[in-house]
């Protein structure tokens, strides 16, 4: 998932495959233009009558995506141990430098340590990558129930293996659900949220936008993670740690980040050898279980 180096024991640098690097500083002004529709814009509306709210956001103070690491000394022999801030396991690999040691791999429990370094002597410099997941986890879940609720009927505006943007691993057994603006994203099975994106207003089909949706990601207890994306700017009503149900509210949906419109972006991942991968998954509605396939009909009427 990621590549990160480091130059000294404290200077750590983070290099982003495809989430996003850092939260951004922004000021949005949001408005309801001549049409009633909701309109996003870093410029002040020019439309006479447009009451706009003016959205700020200013970047964290830590890479929200950046590990951590701790030393201690016992005696004489030193501990090296990498910190996991996330809410789901990782997988995590050391190469230290020039091949002075072996490289090390450990699994690091959500928001726990592991050492992986202990020694009298000097430890090399190094660098390091992980990828969310336990190694190896196993999908084992039979139906999951739509990740959207609303009172109308929608359409798969792209189904597994899709063309436009389905063809990596990573998001091969996605599925994206053309939605309004502002239709209430759930979870579509019970888990612990284990990282939240909630600040970009824009999109489009540029590669500019790849890393800048807004995100929400659950982590199941078989291993698996769920990702819902391109949500509304401000929207989502759930934080890093919490726990929720299958058809808890997440967010709304929107069409932040790489996106040619309002949709959900929703698939089931896992660690498979270090890489993340998609996994094929079922719906269960009133009709039963059936596989999602592109210009297929779904109904989540609340």
């Known amino acids: 998932m990621v590549l990160l180096a480091s130059r000294t024991l404290h200077c750590i640098f983070l290099l982003v495959l495809f989430l996003p690097l850092s939260i951004h500083s922004a000021t949005v002004y949001k408005y309801k233009d001549a049409n009633g529709r909701w309109q996003f814009t870093d410029k002040p509306p020019k439309e006479q009558r447009a009451q706009a709210q003016v959205l700020e956001f200013k970047p964290e103070a830590k890479d929200p995506l950046a590990l951590q690491f701790q030393y201690e000394t016992v005696g004489k022999v030193l501990h090296a141990y ?66 959207v609720s609303s009172f109308s009927q929608h359409h798969i505006s792209q189904g597994f293996n899709g063309r436009f943007s389905h063809t990596k691993p990573s998001s091969r057994h996605a599925v994206d659900i053309a939605l309004p603006i502002g239709t209430d994203i759930v979870a579509a099975r019970a888990g612990v ?22 995100v929400v990601y659950v982590l199941h207890d078989d291993g698996t993670y769920a990702l819902y994306a391109h949500l509304l700017m401000g929207s989502v009503v759930v934080k890093a740690g919490q726990s929720v149900k299958a058809g808890d509210v997440l967010g709304l949906s929107g069409t932040s980040g790489f996106s040619t419109g309002p949709h959900l972006h929703f698939v089931i991942r896992k660690n498979s050898n270090f890489k993340t991968i998609s996994v094929p998954f079922k719906f269960i509605d009133e009709r039963g279980l059936f596989t999602p396939e592109r210009k297929q009909k779904i109904c989540p009427c609340r």
């Open 193 to 214: 949220v284990a990282f939240v994106r909630d600040d970009y207003a824009f999109g489009g089909a540029k590669k500019y936008f790849l890393d800048k949706a807004n």
């Open 82 to 147: 990498v910190v996991n801030p996330f809410h789901l396991p990782i997988e995590a690999k050391i190469f230290f430098k020039n091949n002075a040691l072996p490289e090390v791999t450990v699994t690091i429990p959500a928001n726990g340590r592991t050492v992986f370094y202990r020694n009298e002597q000097k430890m090399p410099r190094f660098r390091y990558r992980y990828t969310w997941g336990e190694p190896n986890s196993r999908h084992n879940f039979g139906g999951y129930r739509l990740p």
